[in-house]
């Protein structure tokens, strides 16, 4: 998530009346989660495992609840809650907008588009041409979405992140700030949900097609042409290449890639990356032919046991 404008070192400490490292001139250019940081940005680590990673990332800016010697070139905000901190500049930066109305007189919908009763789209969400929303889709604030895209009905757009660090009082919810993305020519089933990003944009790439009652979860980016069945779970951070088809009721782990060209068979886990241009099923995940051989041989434990008495 970019800022509207460029904001100093200092002027994001004094926002969040924290210690800084680092000339109060830094130049502060955004937020992000570091798996999508530019130069410029921030990201913030509170655990000692994830210093270095989060230190040595591309973001210039760290937020971080521990003074460490700060890499050439960066900049280091000390925070006592660095999880705090990041929500607090995201309220700052991207605020809800409350609505009052079932089309936010600031979205932008293209010629020929058709929204049907009873839908809501929010603020500042741009529609392209000739699309169709059924009723009952809820399109949430800052949603892009191209051109000749139909949305069935009961599908939302643009929830937020699952996305929760545990304190002893309960679970605290990192805010998400970013957006959906959809391109030109993608189709998506009824009762679909897709989540925003973090700080970053969850997308469906060109001419992709998603069944009902698929979930897809923040910062995912799905590739061209894809298809993807009914009620398969997507977790947040997830890669899906161009081409891949998969089959109904499949759940995958966060922040794993799955190949070009791959079909996922029905119910199964995804439980790491897998190449493209292969056959997928079970869980843990393996090759479909080789699971398959596995099952019929498991299926001739009884006769080899009887052999053996």
């Known amino acids: 998530m970019k800022f509207p404008k460029v904001h100093s070192l200092e002027e994001i400490a004094n926002l969040l009346n924290c210690e800084f490292i680092g000339d109060k001139n830094f130049?502060?250019?955004g937020m992000n989660e570091i798996h999508v940081v530019e130069p410029g940005d921030i990201v913030f680590v509170d655990h000692p495992k994830y210093y270095d990673k989060a230190l040595q990332s591309a973001a210039t800016i760290v937020l971080i609840n521990k003074k460490v010697d700060?890499?050439?070139?960066?900049a280091l905000l000390i925070s006592d809650d660095p999880f705090r901190d990041f929500n607090t500049l995201t309220r700052h930066f991207k605020p809800f907008q409350f609505a009052n109305v079932a089309v936010s007189a600031t979205a932008g919908i293209g010629e020929g588009t058709v929204i049907q009763p009873n839908s809501f789209v929010g603020n500042h969400v741009k529609i392209g041409k000739n699309c169709l929303i059924h009723s009952n889709v809820s399109?949430?604030?800052?949603?892009?979405i191209g051109d000749n895209v139909i949305i069935h009905a009961g599908s939302i757009l643009g929830a937020d992140a699952f996305y929760y660090k545990k304190r002893?009082?309960?679970f605290d919810q990192l805010i998400s700030g970013g957006r959906v993305v959809i391109e030109d020519n993608v189709g998506i089933g009824a009762l679909c949900t897709i989540d925003k990003g973090v700080t970053g944009d969850t997308t469906i790439k060109?001419?992709?097609k998603l069944d009902?009652?698929?979930h897809v979860g923040h910062d995912t980016v799905i590739g061209k042409k894809c298809l993807i069945a009914s009620q398969t779970g997507i977790a947040g951070c997830v890669v899906i290449e161009d081409e891949v088809t998969i089959w109904g009721q499949v759940g995958t782990t966060s922040g794993i890639t799955i190949g070009a060209k791959a079909v996922i068979m029905g119910q199964t886990g995804v439980t790491k990356s897998?190449?493209?241009g292969k056959s997928y099923f079970g869980t843990p995940i393996e090759e479909s032919r080789e699971k398959l051989?596995?099952?019929?041989?498991?299926?001739?434990?009884p006769e080899i046991l009887n052999k053996l008495k």
Do not use: R, S
């Not at 399109?139 to 892009?144: E, K, L, M, N």
């Not at 596995?294 to 434990?301: G, M, R, S, T, V």
């Open 139 to 144: 399109i949430y604030d800052h949603t892009v």
């Open 206 to 208: 060109e001419g992709t």
């Open 27 to 29: 130049e502060v250019l």
């Open 168 to 170: 002893p009082e309960g």
């Open 212 to 214: 009902n009652q698929v």
């Open 274 to 276: 897998v190449e493209g």
């Open 70 to 74: 700060c890499p050439e070139g960066k």
């Open 293 to 301: 051989k596995q099952l019929a041989n498991i299926k001739k434990i």
